[in-house]
Structure formats: C-alpha cells, structure tokens
C-alpha cells in the first residue's frame, strides 16, 4: 500500500507563506488514489477539507477561506503533492495532514483511505 509523508510546516507570522508537500511513496500514484487533499485540524474543531487535485485530470478544489491564498499542485515525476500556502492568517494555524483516495465529494473526510501523520502550521499575529 501507499504511504503518504508530509514536510513543510513550521511557525510564520501573519501574512507569511509555507509549502507543505506530500511524498507518495510505495509506488507512483497507486490506482486507488482518485483524488489527493490536504486537510487540517485546529485545536477542538473538526478536520475540515483544505484543497484537492484530481490525479489524472489535475482539476483542483479549494474550500472558500483558502481561495486566492493557497494552491494545490502535483509533481507526477517526483510522486508528490504540494499546498503552496500564501498570505497566511492566524485561522489557517492547525495540523495538517495529506490524504488520498477515491471519492465523490473531494472534502468529505470518510472518504479518503490513507492518510499521513500530519505536519504543523502556526501562525502568529
């Protein structure tokens, strides 16, 4: 099976930027893997979707508060995803953590089948 491996995190203030990548290893794109997302998790709140790439297609999904901020991208030779993450806010601090699967609705959680251990993001006002 695949596994999935973030890196990239790390402490910013206000307005600063992080690239979180995720490193597909295993082998490259697994045919189970439809969609590749980043979601995130704040202290006490639900694990809500951040953005999605469809593998094949390379079509992207943001959710409303990162639009014009973040941006989701796939590097096919080198087996991995990135979230280019720009004029960050003190909201986006949370774990983030890269997940892939087959889905139908790209932030719906359940859906995805592996999931990385996540990798931290603060942001300081």
């Known amino acids: 099976q695949g596994q999935l491996v973030e890196s990239g995190g790390g402490s910013v203030q206000a307005g600063g930027s992080l690239r979180l990548a995720c490193a597909v290893s295993?082998?490259?794109?697994?045919?189970?893997?439809?969609?590749m997302a980043w979601f995130r998790q704040a202290q006490e709140k639900e694990r809500e979707g951040v953005a999605a790439?469809?593998?094949?297609?390379?079509?992207?999904y943001y959710t409303d508060s990162v639009k014009g901020r973040f941006t989701i991208s796939r590097d096919k030779d080198k087996n991995i995803v990135y979230l280019q993450m720009n004029n960050l806010r003190p909201e986006d601090t949370a774990m983030y953590y890269c997940?892939?699967?087959?889905?139908?609705?790209?932030?719906?959680?359940?859906?995805?089948?592996?999931w990385g251990q996540g990798t931290q993001v603060t942001v300081s006002s």
């Open positions: 997940a892939a699967g087959r889905v139908v609705n790209w932030a719906t959680r359940a859906q995805y089948n592996y």
């Open positions: 295993a082998y490259p794109y697994p045919s189970d893997y439809g969609f």
């Open positions: 790439i469809g593998i094949r297609s390379g079509t992207t």
